[in-house]
């Protein structure tokens, strides 16, 4: 049987499909012109896709340059309006804002005033384009004066607890505060409230803060998989809100785990949220494709200052060409299963992807 069918087919059109493999099969085939390529494209990028981090602080007639992330800027309120526009002419979207306040003190009082920083900030873009996606980053790092992600376990203060240790971020009195400022930008007019600091229960603290108010239509994207990592240096400078002592390794997770990520994102799915997120993006797109494939929700991947400023540091070397490396490290965001991107690229890709240089 075998000898028949292998001597025929020295002669005769084979009956069977040939073997899967060179030289019938050419992959390259599909790759000879740039209209083929664009056909095979599994996944593609557009400015519709991109979350834009924005830096408000007070003043006015302020565009203070960040040094360590070429290109982006604090922005005083009076000087967001006209960047809203040229964000909103580029297609554009969505915002996520963060606030440099007037003072820190120990319970980052602005951060939870209707009058701070960001809720001026929410109030002003919501003004000047209604329909931009406003979504507030809430977190209290950039308010307390140790620089912490929550009220600290300290002796003389009314919250002291022998039970836990000094300098502990107390997570229960957090919640009650992350409340609070959640109420306060969604009143301000935000449509997204984003919790980014990593606490026990945030989410489901926020949306009974937001419920209990009437904001049961303000969606949460919960900063879900955050891991304690380096590649946030630059954000603190332009935060100016690096912590005073110790880092956030006692809330934010270990680059070592992927399971936990599950886990954490599991519990955040529990308590209501509407959208995930993970953060860093390029490090950690195991854990991107994993919660895409494990989760139904729109997932959000956040490629922080540190990605931002190393392509810009190495192409100002000029070791990597920025355009294209910028739009590849978007496209494998996209491609490990991000709905949406927030970058500090998207003004310069949106360019890019709208065809300018
Ligand atoms: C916390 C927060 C941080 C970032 C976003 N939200 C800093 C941190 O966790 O230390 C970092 C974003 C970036 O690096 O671009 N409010």
């Not at 390529?37 to 302020?62: C, K, W, Y």
């Not at 800027?73 to 964000?87: A, G, K, T």
Request: charged content about 20%; some cysteine.
């Amino acid at each position: 049987m075998m000898t028949s069918r292998s001597r025929t087919s020295q002669h005769q059109a084979p009956t069977q499909p040939q073997p899967a493999g060179f030289p019938a099969v050419r992959p390259r085939r599909l790759r000879l012109s740039g209209a083929m390529r664009q056909m095979m494209r599994e996944t593609n990028l557009a400015p519709s896709d991109f979350i834009l981090p924005l830096f408000v602080r007070h003043g006015s007639d302020i565009r203070q340059p960040i040094a360590s992330m070429p290109g982006q800027y604090q922005w005083s309120v009076d000087r967001l309006r006209n960047e809203i526009r040229e964000i909103v002419a580029l297609g554009i979207p969505a915002v996520v804002l963060f606030g440099i306040p007037a003072s820190k003190d120990a319970t980052g009082s602005e951060h939870y005033d209707g009058d701070g920083i960001v809720p001026q900030a929410i109030r002003a873009i919501k003004e000047t384009a209604p329909e931009m996606v406003v979504i507030s980053d809430i977190c209290f790092c950039e308010y307390t004066d140790h620089g912490h992600c929550g009220i600290i376990n300290t002796p003389g203060t009314s919250h002291f607890t022998r039970r836990l240790p000094e300098g502990y971020v107390l997570n229960d009195l957090t919640l009650e505060l992350l409340g609070r400022a959640s109420v306060a930008h969604a009143e301000a007019g935000a449509d997204i409230i984003a919790p980014s600091g990593m606490m026990d229960g945030m989410v489901g603290a926020i949306r009974a803060a937001l419920d209990e108010q009437g904001f049961d239509h303000t969606a949460i994207l919960s900063y879900a998989a955050k891991y304690a990592s380096g590649f946030y240096g630059p954000f603190r400078d332009a935060a100016e809100s690096p912590p005073a002592f110790g880092d956030r390794s006692q809330y934010q997770m270990d680059p070592a785990n992927r399971r936990e990520a599950m886990c954490e994102v599991a519990l955040d799915v529990a308590e209501g949220a509407d959208m995930l997120m993970v953060k860093p993006a390029l490090p950690y797109l195991d854990v991107l494709a994993e919660v895409r494939q494990t989760f139904p929700l729109p997932v959000a991947a956040y490629q922080v200052s540190g990605e931002y400023a190393m392509l810009h540091a190495a192409a100002a070397n000029g070791w990597l060409d920025l355009r294209r490396c910028a739009l590849e490290s978007l496209i494998s965001i996209r491609r490990a299963g991000a709905d949406m991107i927030l970058t500090y690229f998207a003004k310069d890709a949106a360019r890019w992807l709208n065809g300018a240089e």
